[in-house]
């Protein structure tokens, strides 16, 4: 395999989408595992418990494309101890 870290990154993302179109194009042929098929339905099952554990896409891509605007970590407060 050539060392793609020679590639230029836009030449990389084209390789990324070419690789990500060959799988789509034989995507029928690929089988699950019995242990993929029940991990899905694991996570199928806890979205169903849980359908809104995560954020929406676009805040996701907003997060992604400008890293300053993540969201504000909560603050960390030290507990005083009390003397005794």
Same mark, same amino acid.
């Given at each position: 395999?050539?060392?793609?870290?020679?590639?230029?990154?836009?030449?990389?993302?084209?390789?990324?989408?070419?690789?990500? *179109?060959?799988?789509?194009?034989?995507?029928?042929?690929?089988?699950?595992?019995?242990?993929?098929?029940?991990?899905?339905?694991? *996570?199928?099952?806890?979205?169903?418990?849980?359908?809104?554990?995560?954020?929406?896409?676009?805040?996701? #891509?907003?997060? #992604?494309?400008?890293?300053?605007?993540?969201?504000? *970590?909560?603050?960390?407060?030290?507990?005083?101890?009390?003397?005794?």
């Amino acid at each position: 395999m050539a060392d793609f870290r020679n590639l230029s990154i836009p030449d990389r993302l084209e390789l990324i989408e070419a690789i990500w *179109q060959s799988i789509a194009e034989d995507a029928d042929s690929f089988v699950l595992t019995h242990e993929q098929e029940q991990r899905l339905e694991e *996570q199928l099952d806890a979205f169903y418990v849980n359908p809104e554990p995560g954020q929406p896409v676009s805040e996701t #891509l907003e997060t #992604l494309r400008d890293p300053k605007k993540k969201e504000p *970590q909560p603050e960390v407060v030290n507990p005083q101890r009390s003397p005794g």
